[in-house]
C-alpha cells in the first residue's frame, strides 16, 4: 500500500536549519509530485511547496522568504525538506504529501515534529 | 494569498446529525476546493477533491459542492468516527492555502 514515512523530531536552536526526510513506498515514486504542508500548534495547515519527483522542478510559497528546499533522491525514493534560518515561529509539525496528477494531496506522512529553542 | 473561511469554527453534533460545514474563498477558485478530515495527533485525510470528488474509500455519507468563492461539506448522517477537525484547501492560486478548521464534537 502508499505509505509516506517521515524521519523523527528534531530539535533545533535559533538560526540553524532543519532536514527532514520523507521514504515513499508501494507506488511509482516519479510518477507524482511531493508536497509539504506544516501546521504549529493550534493553527491551520500552511502549504510550503512541492517538487515534480521525475523532474526535480519545485514550486515554493514565497511566504518562506526563500527559506525553503525541497530536494529528492530518486534512488532511494525519498524526498527531503530543508528550512533555513530556523525562529521559534517554526514550531510545528512538517508533513510530506503526495500530490496526485489532478493536484489533490492523497496521502500524507506521520509528521515530523521540529521545535526550534535556545 | 486567498483567505480561507471556514464556517462555524465549532459545531456541536450527535450520532445521526445532518452537518454542514461552508468555506469561503476570497477570490475565485472555480472547482479548486478540497476537503481533509484530521484527527488530534493523525495527519490530515483527502475527503473530497475538485469540490465535489468522493476520494476512493471515503464513505459515501460525506459530501461536497460549490464553484467559485463558496463551498460546502455536508456529512448526511454522522457517525461516531466523524468527530474531529475539517479543514479546506484552495489549490488554484499560489501559494495554496487552508481555512482555519472547522472543530465537530460530540454535543
Known amino acids: 500500500q502508499v505509505q509516506l514515512v517521515q524521519s523523527g523530531a528534531e530539535v533545533k536552536k535559533p538560526g540553524a536549519s532543519v532536514k527532514v526526510s520523507c521514504k515513499a513506498s508501494?507506488?511509482?515514486?516519479?510518477?507524482?509530485?511531493m508536497h509539504w504542508v506544516r501546521q504549529a500548534p493550534g493553527q491551520r495547515l500552511e502549504w510550503m511547496g512541492w517538487?515534480?519527483?521525475?523532474?526535480?522542478?519545485?514550486k515554493y510559497s514565497q511566504n518562506f522568504q526563500g527559506r525553503v528546499t525541497i530536494t529528492r533522491d530518486t534512488s532511494a525514493s525519498t524526498t527531503f525538506m530543508e528550512l533555513d534560518s530556523l525562529t521559534s515561529e517554526d514550531k510545528a509539525v512538517y508533513y510530506c504529501a503526495r500530490g496526485r496528477s489532478g493536484w489533490q494531496l492523497d496521502c500524507w506522512g506521520q509528521g515530523t515534529l521540529v521545535i526550534v529553542s535556545s | 494569498d486567498i483567505q480561507m473561511t471556514q464556517s462555524p469554527s465549532t459545531l456541536s453534533g450527535s450520532v445521526g446529525d445532518r452537518v454542514t460545514i461552508t468555506c469561503r474563498a476570497s477570490q475565485s477558485i472555480n472547482s479548486w476546493l478540497a476537503w481533509y478530515q484530521q484527527k488530534p495527533g493523525r495527519a490530515p485525510r483527502l475527503l473530497i477533491y475538485?469540490?465535489?470528488s468522493l476520494e476512493s474509500g471515503v464513505p459515501s455519507r460525506f459530501s461536497g459542492s460549490g464553484s467559485g468563492t463558496e463551498f460546502t461539506l455536508t456529512i448526511s448522517s454522522l457517525q461516531p468516527d466523524d468527530f474531529a477537525t475539517y479543514y479546506c484547501q484552495q489549490y488554484s492560486i499560489y501559494p495554496w492555502t487552508f481555512g482555519q478548521g472547522t472543530k465537530v464534537e460530540v454535543k
Open positions: 475538485v469540490a465535489s
Open positions: 517538487i515534480n519527483v521525475g523532474s526535480g522542478n519545485t
Open positions: 508501494g507506488y511509482m515514486f516519479t510518477d507524482y509530485t
